[in-house]
């Protein structure tokens, strides 16, 4: 009978600290939601083309959700930040989320652009994904410039050359134009040299590339002098034709 009243006394004290444990929890857990924002912090993930700065993100929120300083945590709703931080036609992605010491954080992705495409008198980014995307008031990024019209139709097309020139350093250096005139009549531009490169259409762009690249840097080991070109034909992937 000793034994049964000392498991029962046990049972009462383990159940009285479960209730004393919930109870601070609950406590805690009210009172850290209707805490106030406390500051905010911005930051920015992936590349370091800041299209977008922190001020510009700030104001935003407070455009939105006007003094932080006077909400609780509750009172935000974070699904809804996000979303109208990603309304910014430069930002990639956003996450948005708050701090047990109150800080309400901002993860920026923005885009990246891979080109400038100039079409009648206005001027866009093309981003990672060939789609156009604004400039920025704030950061001016150092790509191909692309004169004419990228569509759905070459849109494609048009990426892979730019990606196929950002993977390879010489080329990245070297070529600073496209001219789109139709699918079977394009150009590139020389940051080294003042010849038209005659591109041709879209076609074993690879294997053209290459033979530009080889062509030039074996003229530059035999002391060959570029200036006195002025067409560097591509279309025949089996050669490189010069014009004089």
Known sequence: MKRLKNIKWIDIRLF??????LALYSFGS???RNREIESIEVLFKGHQSHFVTGQEIHTRLQEVVGSFNSQSKVELNLSQLENDIQRNLLIQDADVYITLDGKLCVDIWQKDAIARLFVDGESFYLDQWGNQMPVSSNFSKRVPMISGQVN????DKVKCMLDIIGQDEFLKNDITGILLSDEDSIELLSRTNSYRI?????DQMSRKLDNYKAFVQYSLQDGVSLEKYKKINLKFTQQVVCVK
């Open 198 to 202: 005659i591109f041709g259409g879209f």
């Open 152 to 155: 759905e139709l070459n849109k």
């Open 30 to 32: 009210e009172r850290n």
């Open 16 to 21: 009285l600290i479960g209730v004393i444990v």
